[in-house]
Nanobody, 127 residues
Framework: QVQLVETGGGLVQPGDSLRLSCTASGRSSIFPTMGWYRQAPGKEREFVAV????????YYADSVKGRFTFSRGNPRNMVYLQMDNLKPEDTAIYYC????????????????????WGQGTQVTVSS
């Protein structure tokens, strides 16, 4: 059984940095398309960053562009979300997501296209 496990969340001050990690374990733990989503209290889950590794395509939400970096590690079953210059509005539970499919541009940001999710890690940005 494949699982995604996120780590790295915490409480930080505005302007600080955090790096979230997501490890895929189990059979077939390397996925062609993966993403990071977040959900703040009282809000719907929203897209943060997604990647289609085969083409090296990475897409970011406008709200995090230039501040967050989505990357894949070595071994390739680990991915990271480097978050710099954090803002209070970044406070949310962050989820790692994966799919066995290579998603196309028109659907890659849609949460419903990902069949595997982690349990989430809390990120709180507060002074």
């Amino acid at each position: 059984q494949v699982q995604l496990v996120e780590t790295g969340g915490g409480l930080v001050q505005p302007g600080d940095s955090l790096r979230l990690s997501c490890t895929a374990s189990g059979r077939s733990s390397i996925f062609p398309t993966m993403g990071w989503y977040r959900q703040a209290p009282g809000k719907e889950r929203e897209f943060v960053a997604v990647a289609r590794w085969s083409g090296g395509n990475i897409y970011y939400a406008d709200s995090v562009k230039g501040r967050f970096t989505f990357s894949r590690g070595n071994p390739r079953n680990m991915v990271y979300l480097q978050m710099d210059n954090l803002k209070p509005e970044d406070t949310a539970i962050y989820y790692c997501a994966a799919t066995t499919r290579t998603l196309i541009f028109s659907t890659i940001r849609q949460a419903g296209e990902y069949e595997l999710w982690g349990q989430g890690t809390q990120v709180t940005v507060s002074s």
